[in-house]
């Protein structure tokens, strides 16, 4: 019996620090040149132009680097490259149509683009791994006004290091991330309901900080 109370804690507690030193590794392993490198096909990772790579900054996913470069097709069948929106302030949403909290998330964004778009903001929502067509149903059931990225090989998602989704980055002007947020945004109202959400007044406040 004695052996058995101490299992389960024990168990526990070896999962919580095999879970911790995951996120850890993720966040802090060296993210060099190799963030950024072509992989071969028209889509997916790219080296940033030189002129857009100053001196001093690297090339990463944390707070304070450059974020990494990539081209995707869009739903409307153009391509999109992340520094051609240099200039411009940008939320980079990773969600799928299958994730419940990206759903209940998406109003929010749409609402945010509307309230900030003429301020600069950009919108950008890169879909994870799915068939086009769930994926333009799901751009019609909520009228996404803004431009919808297709990661079909999921080589972009990997650049990024998602640990889950929804993911949200927030790139300045300069095309630094500004911050990022694992997890939903959500209405006040519905904060208790999702694990982990923040209030939708904390999607505001991140993005007034890339409007800067």
């Not at 003429?118 to 994870?128: D, I, R, W, Y």
């Amino acid at each position: 019996m004695g052996r058995r109370r101490w299992a389960r804690p024990l168990f526990a507690l070896v999962v919580i620090v095999l879970v911790g030193a995951a996120i850890w590794w993720l966040d802090y392993r060296p993210q060099g040149e190799s963030s950024a490198s072509q992989v071969g096909g028209p889509y997916g990772p790219v080296d940033l132009p030189p002129d857009l790579a100053p001196a001093g900054l690297e090339v990463g996913t944390r707070t304070g680097m450059l974020a990494p470069d990539f081209v995707l097709p869009t739903l409307d069948g153009r391509d999109l490259r992340l520094s051609d929106l240099r200039g411009q302030a940008v939320v980079l949403n990773f969600w799928a149509t299958w994730c419940s909290p990206c759903r209940r998330e998406m109003p929010l964004l749409v609402g945010a683009y509307r309230q900030f778009r003429e301020q600069g903001l950009v919108v950008v929502a890169v879909n994870v791994q799915e068939d086009e067509e769930s994926v333009r149903r799901f751009a019609r059931e909520f009228g996404l006004p803004f431009p919808v990225a297709l990661d079909k090989s999921g080589d972009v998602t990997g650049a990024y290091r998602l640990l889950g989704l929804p993911t949200t980055f927030f790139i300045d002007r300069q095309g630094v991330v500004r911050s990022v947020f694992r997890g939903p945004f959500v209405a006040s109202g519905q904060g208790k309901d999702v694990q982990e959400a923040i209030d939708a007044g904390e999607l505001g406040r991140r993005i007034r900080e890339v409007l800067e």
